[in-house]
């Protein structure tokens, strides 16, 4: 007995045309490069030769734009008076070149840094004095 192959339908959220109709066993590239960023579900439909459909969702997150980072404000922060922010936009960039310059959101040096770099300057300025005072 052969298996009779199926057909599926991919859809891409609540669209009520499908992206493509197939023959399976197939791969299949999904661009997600003609999508928007946020939060869509593939919704798969597949049907037997005798009728009966089956359907399959999965929810997925597209980020294809430029990741944007920002230091100095966070998520319910409870603020006043004048913010100073740092915010930087950068894209993914050509796949075939690495471009280093851009892909970083520089950060500031956080206070424990200091704190702990100052301490160790303080306790060599303290070893050094005691060593050659002997």
Not at 24 to 44: A, C, M, N, Y
Not at 96 to 104: D, M, Q, R
Request: proline content about 5%; overall charge negative; hydrophobic content about 40%.
């Amino acid at each position: 007995m052969k298996n009779d192959p199926c057909k599926v339908r991919l859809f891409i959220d609540d669209d009520e045309q499908p992206i493509a109709e197939l023959n399976t066993p197939v791969q299949f590239e999904l661009d997600t490069s003609k999508l928007i960023d946020g939060e869509h579900t593939l919704r798969i439909v597949g049907k037997s030769i005798n009728g009966r459909e089956g359907i399959r969702k999965i929810n997925f997150i597209v980020r294809n734009g430029p990741a944007i980072d920002i230091e100095g404000i966070s998520e319910n922060k409870v603020v006043d008076g004048t913010l100073p922010l740092m915010i930087n936009a950068y894209d993914k960039g050509d796949y075939n070149k690495f471009v280093i310059e851009g892909s970083e959101t520089p950060k500031s040096i956080p206070s424990w840094l200091w704190i702990i770099l100052i301490a160790f300057v303080g306790w060599a300025a303290f070893y050094l004095i005691t060593y050659f005072n002997i």
